[in-house]
């Protein structure tokens, strides 16, 4: 596989994510740990499926601990760092801070043997940084004391996407189809998290359903198994500054679903995103020109 054709799937897994915030407000009152039990539950079967299919479940499985320890305190730390964030800070600040992680991926990338940081990757990554902030302070964040815990949550959990992302790049030699493994793990800490501190809630009707099977599906699901495709053999720096996008398309679905409005923040803050991943995505298109 060719790291461009990489690259592109990884996109392909920002775009998902975009739907994130759209299949959960769908999803009705369901607790967040629950709805993430239930979602990896899908994305990790659907993706044992798969691997069942070729027959190498043992395989598949039988990763070194340090894979299992990054692909599950990954996902599943990532997770319940950001629904925490959400307990105790409002969505729009909780986010701002929680969206550092694509700088901090396009930074963290340069210590990845053989790979270059250059500078219009910095300066992609930054334009996308100063758009997302603006998008989200357009939307009426702002700070108090009280919300520390929530912000310093968000604030760790960028960090560890971050690395978890780079790391998966160290670990090349772990099969995608062992995200699937990942997956069912993180749906089963998230369950008893649940059972700890949550009441269950089942979804009452039909859309519901459809929204928690296709969040599992897509953006807790494929999602991740195209990120680990896109990390580990396509251009990191790229899929960093691209990760702008994902808060972007998530406002516009929400707009579009009349969820949210449009307005001139929104409309600034697309043109640093797309700006940021053009010029962070500059080498793509030399390399296509050539």
Excluded at 178 to 204: I, K, M, N, Q, Y
Excluded at 218 to 238: S, T
Aim: proline share 4%; net charge positive.
């Amino acid at each position: 596989m060719s790291q461009r054709t990489a690259t592109l799937i990884g996109l392909t897994a920002i775009l998902m994510w975009s739907l994130l915030a759209l299949l959960t407000v769908a999803t009705g009152a369901i607790p967040a740990f629950q709805l993430a039990a239930m979602t990896f539950a899908v994305g990790g079967v659907v993706g044992m499926l798969t691997v069942l299919q070729r027959g190498n479940v043992l395989q598949v499985l039988q990763q070194p601990v340090t894979a299992w320890a990054v692909g599950v305190g990954g996902l599943f730390g990532y997770h319940a760092l950001y629904f925490l964030a959400l307990r105790f800070a409002p969505p729009a600040e909780a986010g701002l801070l929680n969206y550092l992680w694509p700088l901090l991926i396009v930074l963290f990338s340069a210590f990845l043997l053989g790979e270059r940081l250059a500078i219009h990757h910095v300066i992609g990554a930054a334009l996308g940084l100063v758009g997302t902030a603006l998008l989200l302070v357009g939307n009426g964040a702002s700070f108090a004391a009280s919300q520390l815990p929530g912000l310093v949550a968000a604030f760790v959990a960028a960090f560890v996407w971050a690395i978890y992302s780079v790391l998966s790049r160290r670990l090349k030699a772990v099969p995608t189809d062992a995200v699937a493994g990942f997956c069912l793990a993180t749906s089963g800490l998230a369950a008893l998290v649940h059972l700890a501190v949550e009441r269950t809630v089942w979804p009452d009707n039909a859309m519901q359903w459809l929204a928690v099977t296709g969040l599992g599906l897509g953006p807790v699901g494929a999602a991740f198994y195209a990120w680990d495709i896109g990390m580990k053999r396509g251009d990191i720096r790229v899929l960093g500054a691209a990760s702008y996008a994902t808060p972007l398309l998530s406002t516009a679905f929400l707009i579009v679903a009349g969820y949210a409005q449009p307005s001139a923040a929104i409309a600034v803050a697309a043109l640093l995103i797309a700006g940021g991943g053009l010029v962070a995505a500059k080498d793509m298109f030399l390399l296509r020109r050539r």
